[in-house]
């Protein structure tokens, strides 16, 4: 049995039902197709959602400023409500603490250049902004069975605070708000349905082969797999025509407990802290999220095959978050066992995400995330579609990037930044991109 669209998107995250989004909006019939159960139960369930600017390249920063005004005006950028709820954009704020090497003087220059506002704040200041909160520097962070993990601090921190970041309250429903809408525009979902190869005719894409048999034919085929992004670039041949890599790498994000008056309702600001390799942000109903910033010395678990690693997390890592962010923050009350979860980025080797074609004609690919693009979706859809269309007009988008101009500052983004072919770029070479 076979169907046809005019394009097929692999993946029904939110980065998948964004491009879903777009292309159905911009005429096209879609078929999205998701081995799992329903929208945004890939990696995007996962996802801590934080909204920031913090970012080492000017693309960058003008991306996730530029897409943190469609979850501003969530509605708007639908164009419609779900009857099933709504994302809900939280603004807390973020302090990021000056650490030796942080890059933090590049981020600020960037946020200089593109009109982000922010504070720095000296130790008193901070003490306002984190009520509770233990302002020792102790970097570099440390392992708890490494005799300095217990030395005092050194000096005091400083830090940049900037105001407008924030977090998506349900990511997993900020998926299928996209979702709900590109049905409107009449994308068809389909869920439980795997991709195990990508067809060819012709020197180019023709579309994709199910787990049942069945086909779809199509004549542009997007990868927005996640942490099976680059299984599926290798299903379909495209591996070795990129010059930068990617994948999957387990991650471990742990709940805490905190007292009244250190709770999101207190104002408390989420904090990018390199000083602990932590960051923090509280959430609503008095918890706060714990993740790592990939500290020298904590090792990365790399995972070969992303259908099969610990969706549990550790109790080592458990204990070596919990000590670190005791010692920040005394006050959270750590839980007797771990509480969290185990989940997988799709880590590009410069941290900085693919929204590109592949060297097979009309297969492209949103992918290499990388743990910081959920902020970055809906406006990940809208570059994917400049570039398929650009592409079927006859571009070339490798010879000549297609440039995007963001609507809430007019400026010009360089999707070549995002190629599969780009040089490295220098980045923090960490989640915090
Ligand atoms: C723990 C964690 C914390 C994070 N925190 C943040 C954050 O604070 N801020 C931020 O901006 N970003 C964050 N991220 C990153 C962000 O969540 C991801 O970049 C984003 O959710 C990826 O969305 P996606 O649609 O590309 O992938 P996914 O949500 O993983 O969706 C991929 C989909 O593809 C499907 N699929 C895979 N293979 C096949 C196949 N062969 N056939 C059919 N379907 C297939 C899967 O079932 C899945 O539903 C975090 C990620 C994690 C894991």
């Not at 777009?22 to 019939?29: D, Q, V």
Request: aromatic residues 8%.
């Amino acid at each position: 049995m076979s169907d046809r669209a005019d394009a097929v998107v692999i993946g029904a995250g939110v980065i998948g039902s964004a491009v879903a989004l777009e292309l159905a909006r911009g005429g096209r019939s879609v078929i999205v197709v998701d081995k799992g159960p329903a929208a945004g139960t890939g990696s995007t369930s996962s996802s801590a959602s934080i909204i920031r600017f913090s970012y080492s390249t000017i693309d960058s920063v003008l991306a996730a400023w530029e897409a943190a005004a469609m979850w501003h005006d969530w509605a708007g950028h639908l164009g419609t409500v779900d009857p099933d709820g709504m994302a809900r954009f939280v603004r807390t704020g973020m302090c990021i603490f000056h650490t030796p090497g942080n890059g933090i003087e590049r981020v600020e220059q960037l946020w200089d250049d593109v009109g982000i506002a922010y504070e720095q704040c000296d130790t008193d200041r901070l003490r306002t902004l984190l009520p509770g909160v233990d302002l020792g520097a102790y970097f570099p962070p440390k392992r708890i069975d490494d005799p300095a993990f217990a030395e005092e601090a050194t000096s005091e921190l400083t830090a940049i605070f900037e105001p407008e970041s924030g977090f998506i309250d349900d990511p997993m429903l900020a998926a299928r708000n996209l979702a709900y809408t590109a049905k409107q525009h009449g994308a068809d979902f389909r869920f439980h349905q795997e991709v195990v190869s990508i067809d060819r005719a012709h020197g180019r894409v023709a579309g994709v082969t199910l787990a049942s048999g069945a086909s779809i034919e199509a004549p542009v085929v997007v990868n927005v797999g996640g942490p099976h992004s680059g299984l599926i670039n290798r299903m379909a041949g495209v591996a070795e025509g990129m010059r930068i890599g990617h994948r999957p790498l387990r991650q471990e994000v742990f709940t805490v407990e905190a007292p009244i008056g250190l709770r999101l309702e207190d104002g408390m600001p989420a904090t990018a802290d390199l000083d602990i390799g932590q960051y923090l942000r509280p959430q609503i109903g008095g918890t706060w999220l714990v993740g790592g910033t990939e500290p020298e010395c904590d090792e990365l678990h790399w995972v070969d095959d992303p259908d099969h690693f610990d969706e549990y997390p550790t109790v080592e890592q458990f204990e070596i978050t919990m000590m670190r962010v005791a010692r920040r923050v005394p006050e959270f009350g750590v839980p007797h066992r771990p509480v969290g979860l185990a989940a997988l980025y799709d880590v590009a080797d410069d941290w900085v995400p693919f929204y590109d074609k592949s060297d097979l004609p009309g297969f492209f690919m949103a992918c290499g995330t990388s743990g910081n693009q959920f902020k970055n979706a809906p406006l990940a859809g809208q570059f994917m579609k400049a570039i398929i269309d650009a592409e079927s007009a006859g571009g070339d988008h490798d010879a000549v990037p297609v440039q995007f101009v963001g609507a809430r500052t007019g400026r010009t983004i360089d999707l070549g930044a995002f190629s599969r072919r780009r040089e490295k770029a220098i980045t923090s070479g960490t989640v915090m991109g």
